[in-house]
């Protein structure tokens, strides 16, 4: 499986961004999506998940009500719909497809990262 993320950029804080990641595989409904992210120096760290079904999402406390995640499995794509963004939320972003289990997500596929910057 090949993921292809993008829509990263530079976006003023307040501002919005949506990113999507792009999967190579005809069996993308197998999988949970995820987002997750990696500022300099710091350790890659979960933003968001969406099941395979689309059932259900969850969110990182940081990013609750601002961030939304979608999938739309006839494009075989996860989108990261980000407003309200903040200059914490620079980072790479990272699509993710694996499993969610209990509350982590363990990935078994990434993307390239997508680089958001929001100047304050």
């Known amino acids: 499986v090949q993921l292809q993320a993008s829509g990263g950029g530079l976006v003023q804080a307040g501002g919005s961004l949506r990113l999507s990641c792009a999967a190579s595989?005809?069996?993308?409904?197998?999988?949970?999506m995820g987002w997750f992210r990696q500022a300099p120096e710091k350790e890659r760290e979960f933003v968001t998940a969406?099941?395979?079904?689309?059932?259900?999402?969850y969110y990182a406390d940081s990013v609750k009500g601002r961030f939304t995640i979608s999938r739309d499995t006839a494009k075989n794509t996860v989108y990261l719909q980000m407003n309200s963004l903040k200059p914490e939320d620079t980072a790479d972003y990272y699509c993710?497809?694996?499993?969610?289990?209990?509350?982590?997500?363990?990935?078994?596929?990434w993307g390239q990262g997508t680089q958001v910057t929001v100047s304050s």
């Open positions: 595989t005809t069996t993308f409904y197998n999988y949970d």
């Open positions: 993710a497809a694996g499993t969610e289990m209990s509350g982590s997500f363990d990935s078994k596929y």
């Open positions: 969406v099941a395979r079904s689309g059932r259900w999402t």
